[in-house]
Nanobody, 115 residues
Framework: QVQLVESGGGLVHPGGSLTLSCAASGTIFSPVFMAWYRQAPGERRKLIANIDTSGQPDYADSVKGRFTISRGDAKIPLYLQIDNVAPEDTAVYYC?????????WGQGTQVTVSS
């Protein structure tokens, strides 16, 4: 079973930047939808950024202008550049890939924003 693995999380100061990465342990054929979600303590998991097969990105209003989603030439790996981080960005970040054969979730990477 192919797994997604996120990396790049950690402790970051307000106003700082970091880049999250998502790699696959094997080949995922024909991904059609790739996204980043996050789940803050006590809240449900939310879609924050996604990118389709044409490379067109879309963002939740809460992160627009500060987050940038991108992907490799083969669509996986997936990246999330986070700029000007704020305390409300503290959450576990998950990558997600949907194909016509199924969907894949990573195990999540913790991002903590604190001074």
């Amino acid at each position: 079973q192919v797994q997604l693995v996120e990396s790049g999380g950690g402790l970051v100061h307000p106003g700082g930047s970091l880049t999250l990465s998502c790699a696959a342990s094997g080949t995922i054929f024909s991904p059609v939808f790739m996204a980043w979600y996050r789940q803050a303590p006590g809240e449900r998991r939310k879609l924050i950024a996604n990118i389709d097969t044409s490379g067109q990105p879309d963002y939740a209003d809460s992160v627009k202008g500060r987050f940038t989603i991108s992907r490799g030439d083969a669509k996986i790996p997936l990246y999330l550049q986070i700029d000007n981080v704020a305390p409300e960005d503290t959450a576990v970040y998950y990558c997600f890939v949907y194909t016509d054969k199924g969907e894949y979730w990573g195990q999540g990477t913790q991002v903590t924003v604190s001074s």
